[in-house]
Structure formats: C-alpha cells, structure tokens
C-alpha cells in the first residue's frame, strides 16, 4: 500500500518523529516531487504518490534511532512492512546507500528520494558538496573508513545527480529557488 501524504503524517507521529526531521522530510518531499514531475513531462513512468509517501517517510526510523544506534533506515523499513507499506519502505530501506545501483537502468523512484535526501541539509537546499562537508563532519568521527564510505557514497549521488537531469529542462543548482519553503 502506498499511504497519503495525510496518513504520512499521522506515522509521523505515530512514531514520534522530532519536528525538525518532520521539517526535513517535508523539504526532501518537495525536492523529489518537482524532480519527479519534471521527469514524468519528459515520459518517465514515475509514480507520483510513491514518491511523495517514500520521501516524507524516508526518516521514519531515524528519532527512534538516535540513542539506540540503530540503522534508522533498515528500521523505517521494518517500519514500513509492519504497517504494510510494502511499495515504500524498499525506498526507506535504501534512502542512505542504494544497493545495485545500475547506472543504465531506467530511473526509479528510489533514486530520486536517495538523491533529495542527500540536497537537503535539516531543511535547507544545499549542493552535494555542502552535504559531503556537513556528512564527513557529522558522521565521519576521524575514521578513515567512514570518510571513505561516505565520499563514495556521495560520488555515486553525483552519478544519480547527473542521470536525473541529463533530461530535465532546468539545473541541480536551481532546486533551491524551486522548492517553496514556509
């Protein structure tokens, strides 16, 4: 089932999601959805609530996780199967790293989620290279193997940055003046 963006928010607090990952999610919703429109123009076979349910519950995990140390994206998956959001929580379960990520493959909603996620920094647009500064201070705790996953990590959302827009009428840089904050 793919839930409203209405039933969204209800998981939202459901699960206690904090307001300022509610805040950020919204964000990420709103990067995906002008994304995924201006791809479904173009004749991309999107759909579209798909995209806006996998964005706002992205983090679904992530409050629950914050003192347990968890993977809050394997948990907003297992999230997602408990409350039989099963066309979603594939999206939740790979919004950090996505796994067999084709580069010729036809571009899913997956990857536009994985891609908004990594442009919103809490809830501001930010260019991947302000979110590999921000990743690599927050997360990267001096190790040198954490650098090394995240910098890949970002290199790959730079191959999904550029398969996304490779048929858009507008730039990654223009996301910002697009999205509508309140």
Known sequence: MIPSAKECLEYMEKYE???????????????????????????????????????????????????????????????????????????VGEHVILKNYDPEAVISEKEIIYYADKRVNHDHVVSLEKRLEYLLDRYGRNNEHLLGSIRKNIEICRDVERKLFEGLPFKPEALGEMVITP
């Open 17 to 91: 999601m904090l307001e300022n990952i509610k805040a950020h999610s919204i964000v990420v919703e709103k990067i995906a959805t002008i994304i995924a429109r201006g791809l479904i123009d173009t004749g991309a076979d999107l759909k579209l609530e798909k995209i806006t349910a996998g964005a706002l519950l992205h983090d679904i995990g992530k409050s629950l996780c914050l003192y347990t140390k968890e993977d809050h994206a394997a948990k907003g998956e297992e999230i997602c199967i408990q409350n039989q959001l099963d066309e979603v929580a594939d999206i």
